[in-house]
């Protein structure tokens, strides 16, 4: 089966122009059939608060009204999508960028209130509901998908949705067809068992050692919706799931033991 590297970064590397171009020039260059994701949460709260529009979140998660919908929508499927696109092509690789609205590749529901109103928030039912089919007619034409964190909900209104999330379960809907190879890219070394110490990456992660990890405080905040999908995406078929920092990117697609941290459903 054919290797297919689906890759998510995060708004620290977006916002730092040195860093994306050496992560974009590293995805460039991987072998075979391959797919991007990208965040950008950091700049939309940027341009954001420069529209007078304050960010808000909860558990790491960010809270999507009207106003803030048009700003990520701006920022999102439009600076930065068409940014690394362009820069994707001028390293040669034939990039397309999409929401999840575009060949209705990812319809999701509108969060529902329960306890906190997310907003114009996105979730994705499941891997069932992607349109794989459009998915492999572009990357079976050499075409490379690149992904804005932006869903839809069938009746004409897009959908904020979590980067990781989409990455995740892109990933698992594209599993039978393809040996999937998830990894999320961020400005650290891999998941630490010590935040102020960056060296402290801890090398594998199983669920029970997870569940320890999230007990003891170790893991937190955006961290914790990052391994849950990650963790969902290994129970339905993906064949590995890594996380470590942008610029080992071609040492985490290598599978070397010494980068990031790996995640397994069992220990061994």
């Known amino acids: 089966m054919e290797t297919l590297h689906i890759l998510k970064i995060g708004g620290n590397v977006l916002d730092n122009p040195e860093r994306l171009q050496r992560f974009l020039i590293d995805f460039a260059q991987l072998p075979g059939p391959k797919l991007l994701v990208h965040g950008g949460g950091k700049i939309a709260s940027t341009i954001g608060l420069q529209l007078g529009i304050e960010p808000q979140y909860v558990e790491g998660r960010r809270l999507t009204d009207a106003e803030t919908l048009r700003v990520v929508t701006m920022v999102y499927a439009g600076l930065l999508n068409k940014n690394v696109v362009a820069q994707l092509q001028a390293h040669g690789c034939n ?13 999701a529901t509108k969060r529902p209130v329960r306890t906190i109103d997310y907003g114009y928030a996105g979730d994705v039912a499941g891997p069932e509901t992607i349109n794989t089919a459009a998915l492999q007619t572009l990357l079976q034409a050499g075409l490379t998908p690149v992904f804005a964190p932006l869903t839809h909900d069938g009746q004409g209104s897009l959908l904020n949705t979590n980067a ?16 999937v190879k998830l990894v999320y890219c961020f400005e650290k070394k891999g998941v630490l068992a010590n935040s102020a110490d960056d060296d402290s990456v801890i090398q594998r992660i199983d669920q029970h050692y997870y569940k320890a990890l999230k007990a003891d405080g170790v893991v937190t905040a955006g961290m914790i919706p990052k391994l849950d999908n990650a963790f969902a995406a290994l129970q339905q078929g993906v064949k590995a799931v890594l996380i470590g920092e942008a610029e080992a990117l071609p040492e985490l697609a290598a599978d070397k033991k010494f980068s990031g941290t790996t995640l397994q459903l069992h220990h061994g």
């Not at 809907?173 to 393809?178: H, M, R, V």
């Open 95 to 107: 990039a397309i960028g999409l929401t999840g609205a575009d060949a209705n590749v990812i319809p």
């Open 164 to 179: 990781d999330t989409i990455a995740s379960v892109l990933a698992t809907a594209l599993a039978p067809f393809f040996a």
